[in-house]
């Protein structure tokens, strides 16, 4: 039976991502979701943990991922603030996606600038999964990739890529023209000027707004063949799929747990007929369902990253975290959900953050 205890190095990690997420995160999520982006300086806060460089040391990074250990940074970042870590995480998926799927050329080209200090913390990097008519699971991918010799025809949809119209590298997931499967996936590297490509910043967001997003529509795009990574369905592409599916469901259960926390405090400290709301069974009930259902979120999250760090057959993995994937969205949304329900009006206030919680859930999917 697989043990999903931490490090000891891990478990400072943790510690580490919790401390920032508190102080800085939880602390900025308002003014954040008001400016539409991360501020400079908690990038820069951020970079010099070496919490957001999780590439190789010959480029000068952190080192390589270990899907556990970045679940759990996910989660604490979403402790702190879910539009905010999304920002993060989706970031840092554009060179995630060289790093594993590209070749040395690329890597040089792509990984080194996110690693270059101060000027590394300015970098962005997207990852265009989801499409319009789908949500994160492979499946759902139906834009196409046509190779024909040095050129690669693309058509279809994304949408909320987060950095999408402002980042380097652009990472595209699609799937070759009549293919079907794993097999037939593909990802390439956008490049910043190019025909064909509609651009669509999403203005109006219900959540999420700290993480600005795109949305692109390709007709008959033509980029150079170059731009693959690797070749269709290799295995670094669909790794990386199943590595943002990770991540997004660390943010979703982070985000869960901020609002259990939050609305238990709240119901120990709110007094009803003479004594703490907490103390009825309406609530009591409600909050231990919370707790009861991100554990179960959590093991299936942790399950899904022990198995991307052991490498298991590619179906299990894509398997494994698309459940994890879809079971921390429904604790995401529902436990924010509740708490505002136990804080009653209060919950809809601005003065706490439970309101602005339940859209960034919401809006994950």
Excluded at 32 to 42: H, M, V
Excluded at 200 to 217: H, N
Excluded at 353 to 360: C, D, L, Y
């Amino acid at each position: 039976m697989l043990d999903f205890s931490p490090t000891e190095e891990q478990e400072e990690i943790r510690r580490l991502a919790h401390s920032i997420a508190v102080e800085h995160l939880r602390t900025q999520g308002r003014s954040a979701e008001k400016s539409g982006d991360i501020s400079p300086a908690l990038m820069q806060t951020l970079a010099q943990t070496g919490l957001i460089t999780p590439f190789p040391d010959a480029y000068g990074g952190s080192g390589p991922i270990e899907a556990i250990t970045y679940a759990l940074i996910a989660e604490e970042l979403g402790f702190g603030d879910g539009g905010l870590a999304m920002n993060v995480i989706g970031s840092m998926m554009g060179p995630l996606a060289v790093t594993l799927a590209g070749n040395e050329q690329q890597q040089e080209q792509y990984i080194f600038p996110f690693c270059n200090g101060s000027a590394g913390a300015a970098e962005r990097g997207s990852l265009a999964f989801a499409e319009r008519t789908g949500g994160y699971a492979l499946a759902d991918i139906q834009a196409t990739a046509r190779l024909d010799g040095q050129t690669c025809l693309i058509n279809g949809t994304k949408r909320d890529v987060i950095h999408g119209s402002h980042s380097n590298p652009r990472i595209v997931l699609l799937r070759t023209e009549g293919g079907e499967g794993l097999a037939s996936l593909c990802a390439v590297v956008l490049p910043p000027d190019v025909d064909g490509v509609e651009i669509v910043r999403a203005e109006q967001k219900l959540g999420l707004i700290a993480a600005s997003s795109d949305s692109y529509a390709f007709k008959n795009v033509v980029v150079p063949s170059s731009t693959l990574l690797g070749e269709p369905g290799n295995s670094g592409v669909i790794r990386v799929a199943a590595l943002y599916n990770i991540l997004r469901a660390g943010i979703a259960c982070g985000t869960a747990r901020a609002a259990l926390e939050y609305a238990g405090d709240y119901a120990q400290e709110r007094i009803a007929f003479g004594r703490p709301i907490v103390s009825y069974q309406g609530i009591a009930f409600m909050l231990a369902e919370m707790a009861m259902k991100l554990d179960a979120a959590r093991l299936l999250l942790w399950n899904a990253a022990a198995n991307w760090d052991r490498s298991v057959d590619l179906e299990t993995l894509v398997r494994d975290a698309e459940a994890a994937h879809y079971q921390a969205l429904r604790i995401g949304k529902s436990a924010t959900i509740d708490a505002v329900q136990i804080m009653g009006g209060a919950g809809f206030m601005q003065d706490h953050p439970a309101e602005m919680w339940m859209r960034n859930a919401a809006a994950m999917e």
